[in-house]
């Protein structure tokens, strides 16, 4: 079982919408049954007496428009933001960042990277130190899904590579 952990500022954009695409790309290849898949926000900003918000409504558009969320394992309407914990560290094998500041509060939350887990998600497409574009400040929630669908494709080639599947 390979667990994956998505993550971002808040848990409404950027790492719920990796969070489901990935889902949707595991499930089409017949392997969802290998994964763990969730997502966490490294800020409670979008968390309010402890109950999330739900997904951002520009980015549940972009998930419908690449016809995610039709399944019982992609539907993404209870999705709730939720706060990254110090035992995430512990309980994924991949802590996938979409920014340089998410891995710096990560790191902040979870301690340090002693087994070498926390990583960006462009990196995975040979994008060193790339950031997915936060579709919250650009509007262009495509152009985030793009990163996110190229980053994801170097992610299962990478974990092909290592022959986690």
């Known amino acids: ?6 993550i ?3 848990n409404i954009c950027r790492s719920p919408i990796t969070e489901f695409i990935f889902k949707d790309m595991v499930e089409k290849l017949n392997i969802k049954d ?11 900003e979008e968390i309010y007496n402890g109950i999330g918000n739900k997904i951002y409504p520009p ?16 539907n993404f ?9 110090r035992s995430d560290y512990d309980n994924f094998d991949l802590l996938i960042c979409a920014d340089s500041y998410n891995i710096s509060n990560t790191l902040r939350i979870v301690g340090s990277d002693k087994d070498n887990k ?10 060193t130190n790339k950031s997915i574009s936060d579709p919250w400040y650009t509007g262009d ?3 985030t899904s793009s990163d ?10 990478y974990l092909k590579e290592i022959k986690l599947m």
Do not use: P, Q, V
């Open 148 to 157: 996110i669908i190229l980053g994801l494709n170097g992610l299962l080639d």
């Open 34 to 44: 290998n994964f763990i898949i969730e997502s966490r926000a490294t800020s409670s």
């Open 59 to 74: 980015a549940r558009k972009e998930l419908l428009n690449l016809g995610i969320g039709k399944t019982e394992y992609t």
């Open 141 to 143: 929630f495509k152009k």
């Open 8 to 10: 971002c500022h808040g």
């Open 1 to 6: 079982m390979i667990k994956i952990l998505f």
């Open 118 to 127: 926390i990583k960006l998600l462009l990196d995975f497409a040979g994008l």
């Open 77 to 85: 309407d209870n999705k709730r933001a939720e706060l990254l914990k």
